[in-house]
């Protein structure tokens, strides 16, 4: 299994460019999200999918957009970059589950990050 | 969603046992804690989950008392490869609930 995979690892981008970043797992797994890092401090969370066709509002939206036909990918769209979203962007997943009496949380897989820089 | 209070960094020496302390007053009766390990430029890494008195793994042990309020990374006889930043997070990714990661605590390790 490749886990969870993450394209571009790098992207400089002019205000107002618009693009996608592309994640995939291969775990079958239904639960996906993505998150900001911002330097220095922890993974905030934007948005978050509990399966194909779902998709929520996590921490910070606002500019991006997501969207989950299959299980397998989980594409975030930068509708117009601004050097605010300079980041670090992660993807990840995890099997779902833990509904009724356990609530637990089942490990997230982290893909390697895709750094972005809007200028 | 339980909010969680974590020191912001701590500093500690090769060999050491390092304890991370992690509050979370208002956890739900039924949620667990699971711990995170980030190293630069990578992803978040699951280190370890438990629900109450103690959970050892061959990476860390977790401690949690009896009223749930706060739990304790223990890392056994850090190395320099232990520097890193840890996560402890209460709550579930299942569901339309969002899970959120904090400002962890970042672990320097000293030769």
């Known amino acids: 299994n490749a886990g969870v995979t993450q394209t571009p690892k790098f992207q400089v981008l002019k205000t107002g460019q618009s693009m ?47 969207s989950r036909s299959t299980t397998e990918d989980f594409p975030l769209r930068l509708l117009s970059a601004a050097p605010s979203q300079t980041s670090v962007y992660f993807c990840a997943s995890t099997q779902s589950g833990g509904r009724g009496i356990s609530r637990i949380h089942y490990e997230q897989y982290f893909g390697p990050g895709t750094r972005l820089t809007v200028t | 969603l339980a909010k ?44 370890i989950q438990g629900y109450k008195t103690k959970v050892t793994n061959e990476v860390a042990s977790l401690f949690i008392p ?44 000293q030769p």
């Open chain 1, 20 to 66: 996608t970043l592309q994640c995939a797992q291969d775990m079958n797994h239904e639960y996906m999200s993505w998150y900001r890092q911002d330097p220095g401090m922890g993974l905030r969370l934007i948005h978050y999918s509990v399966g194909a066709g779902i998709t929520d509002q996590g921490e910070v939206p606002n500019g991006y957009n997501v």
């Open chain 2, 4 to 47: 969680t209070t974590q020191p912001i960094s701590m500093d500690s020496y090769e060999g050491q046992e390092v304890n991370i302390t992690c509050s979370h007053n208002n956890i739900a009766t039924n949620d667990y804690i699971t711990w995170y390990q980030q190293f630069p430029s990578q992803g978040p890494r699951f280190i």
């Open chain 2, 66 to 109: 009896a009223d749930r309020k706060s739990s304790t990374l223990s890392l056994p006889r850090v190395s320099l490869s232990d520097t890193a930043v840890y996560y402890c997070l209460v709550g579930e990714a299942a569901g339309r609930r969002a899970l959120t990661f904090g400002s962890g605590t970042r672990l320097q390790v």
